[in-house]
């Protein structure tokens, strides 16, 4: 149960100078009158912060989880969701007060954000860079998709992994959806980006950034330039974020 009528959420990362959330969730409640709800960012610079936290905010009833916790937050927690556990990463936590104890449980719905927010269809492969927990979504997205992805990485450890160099000299098939699931292009570092043979892109090819901080990355920038098409994480974020206060204020499992 959350402190009186106070329902508190929140956004857990570090460093999070990069995140909109707390805007976005701020102005839900805001334009859908819930006076009695509040999110605020908390940036942890470790993991053995978690559980003072959820003591110390007793008005906590959900959180979201950002770079570099969405795998290490798992072994912090009582449960998984069934998707959470099939992904191997946590973006949203429930929080359950009951009898003086604390339960927490994982759910993934980064997943989803990224399958609702843009036409994946007549995408015959897909590159995935990066190989974080952010990618871990995308990839169970498409495998639900039926587009066969491989993953781009700096050291690839994995047969399905190459690396940029790799990735460079390839032969290029169109279409292709290129995601880029790396913290590369965003705010503050807003000068880097994914080194991919953008010479090679065309109309028919589909850049897709999980940065939505700045709006147009220079990784869009590029793939733009050289005539694909482009999108950042916003709509994603959005719908991801929708289902996470779902999953805080209707989710009884």
Not at 77 to 85: C, I, T, V, Y
Not at 222 to 237: D, I, V
Request: hydrophobic letters at 35%; proline letters at 6%.
């Amino acid at each position: 149960m959350s402190k009186g009528n106070i329902s508190g959420y929140g956004l857990i990362g570090f460093p999070l100078s990069h995140s909109w959330s707390a805007k976005y969730f701020l102005e839900k409640f805001e334009r859908e009158k819930l006076t009695d709800s509040f999110y605020q960012l908390f940036p942890l610079p470790t993991l053995s912060a978690f559980s003072s936290l959820l003591d110390d905010h007793p008005e906590l009833s959900g959180l979201n989880v950002t770079i570099p916790y969405k795998e290490k937050i798992i072994s912090y927690l009582d449960e998984l969701d069934q998707k959470a556990r099939e992904i191997g990463t946590v973006n949203t936590i429930k929080i359950t007060r009951l009898y003086g104890k604390i339960l927490t449980k994982g759910f993934n719905t980064d997943e989803e954000g990224f399958i609702l927010s843009a036409d994946f269809s007549g995408y015959s492969q897909a590159f995935i860079l990066g190989t974080g927990g952010a990618s871990r979504a995308v990839a169970y997205a498409l495998r639900k998709a039926g587009i066969p992805y491989t993953f781009v990485s700096r050291n690839p450890r994995n047969k399905d992994a190459i690396s940029y160099t790799d990735f460079q000299s390839i032969p290029f098939n169109s279409p292709a959806l290129i995601i880029n699931t790396t913290p590369l292009g965003m705010y503050p570092d807003i000068n880097s980006y994914p080194q991919i043979p953008y010479n090679k892109l065309t109309p028919d090819d589909f850049l897709y950034d999980l940065v939505y901080n700045p709006e147009q990355t220079l990784f869009l920038k590029k793939g733009f330039e050289s005539g694909a098409r482009t999108q950042n994480g916003l709509k994603m974020l959005k719908i991801q974020a929708e289902k996470s206060y779902e999953i805080w204020t209707i989710e009884n499992e």
